[in-house]
């Protein structure tokens, strides 16, 4: 019976480096996995299955993992680092594929036929998402690193060379995208995740089995520990798919996987002088410097958002400027895993309350008159 849950096959380790401070090197999985070597967890029993792995080897060592994002955004210290948010791509490890439709490094099959329609995003389906068999999934890196889950950007595409199924309607694949790039998030079980996730959010949330509750309660089981892992996954995807189809500012959910949520990669792609082409994401809020006009305007859609997720019965529960991304001149919120039931959470003011003021704050150190207490009342009469 397979050990959950599986972890790529290198991982990113902070080590010490003396006066330096600190430094990043990649060791096996196994190593960072031996105090729990002999922890078997059924994995039939969990809801969904986890995805099959990338062989991360291709990744281990070519400097994407110094791109090091704490759980507040920060930079964690001493980390060398790429320009934020930016990773290269050129695909060279295609030609090294003896046949181009087949896996290889750092590849697998489309994951997307092999979750339950539950699963998957919701309708109406965005066009540029491939749903097709043949497409395949490239890890091209680390995108952030964080407490409680990694993000990797990963392009998912059908190569050239792919036949077509005989019994499709051809004009139908003709329009169908054939390529996307999407964000990988993958949660780590709770003896990985330096992230301690208290009751201040997880009270009054429930699951689907009461067994899988009572073993979210017993965080000494090595049960326990691997459904608390898979159920954040899945509170974040249910709150992402619920809040895009009321019309939030969130990433489109394109799947979840077990621990693993693919969604849209908020960002853009640039092409240099030499032909090299970069995935460049979105920056945080707390990193743009807007002009008055559109101050007002991320406000606006920022409120727009917050009270969409309380009309849902929602608060984000960690909202910041770190959590919040600014593309051009449209906001997207993200990282909403810890949402908060307004109704069932006996800190859900609390919360919400904090919610507030942290943006407002933001707001007002640059020249806008905002009220939080204000925003805090229209939000609880909102939700109620």
């Not at 994002?69 to 930079?75: A, P, Q």
Request: aromatic share 8%; with cysteine; proline share 7%.
């Amino acid at each position: 019976m397979p050990r959950f849950p599986e972890a790529p096959k290198s991982v990113l380790i902070q080590a010490a480096a003396g006066k330096g401070g600190k430094k990043y090197t990649n060791r096996s999985a196994d190593d960072e996995r031996q105090p729990a070597r002999n922890v078997r967890v059924g994995r039939e029993d969990l809801e969904g299955p986890y995805p099959g792995a990338f062989d991360a080897e291709e990744f281990g060592s070519d400097g994407f993992g110094s791109d090091a994002f704490e759980h507040d955004g920060t930079v964690q210290d001493g980390a060398d680092r790429h320009p934020s948010g930016v990773v290269p791509h050129d695909h060279d490890h295609d030609h090294d594929q003896t046949d181009p439709t087949q896996p290889g490094p750092g590849q697998r099959w489309s994951t997307w036929r092999s979750v339950a329609k539950g699963a998957r995003g919701p309708e109406p389906l965005p066009e540029w998402v491939v749903t097709r068999d043949a497409a395949l999934d490239t890890e091209l890196g680390i995108l952030k690193t964080g407490k409680e889950a990694d993000a990797f950007l990963v392009e998912r595409a059908v190569p050239e060379g792919a036949g077509l199924p005989s019994d499709a309607p051809d004009l139908a694949l003709d329009q169908a995208a054939t390529r996307c790039l999407l964000v990988a998030k993958r949660y780590r079980s709770l003896e990985h995740g330096q992230f301690h996730r208290g009751s201040e959010y997880t009270e009054g949330r429930t699951v689907r089995r009461t067994r899988d509750q009572r073993a979210m309660e017993d965080r000494k089981s090595a049960w326990g520990r691997a459904v608390s892992a898979t159920q954040w996954a899945d509170a974040e995807f249910v709150a992402l798919r619920d809040a895009w189809s009321a019309g939030a500012p969130v990433p489109y959910p394109v799947q979840i996987d077990g621990t693993e949520v693919l969604m849209e990669f908020i960002g853009t792609e640039e092409t240099d002088d030499l032909g090299r082409t970069q995935a460049v994401a979105a920056p945080r809020l707390t990193r743009v410097r807007p002009s008055d006009d559109l101050l007002e305007s991320y406000w606006d859609q920022l409120t727009h958002g917050m009270s969409v997720l309380a009309r849902l019965g929602f608060a984000h529960g960690d909202l910041s400027p770190y959590n919040i991304l600014a593309h051009g001149e449209r906001l997207v919120i993200i990282d909403l895993p810890q949402v908060v039931d307004l109704a069932a959470n006996p800190f859900s003011s609390d919360v919400l309350l904090r919610d507030c003021r942290t943006v407002s704050d933001w707001f007002i150190a640059r020249g806008l008159d905002v009220d939080p207490d204000a925003l805090f009342a229209d939000l609880l009469a909102q939700a109620f």
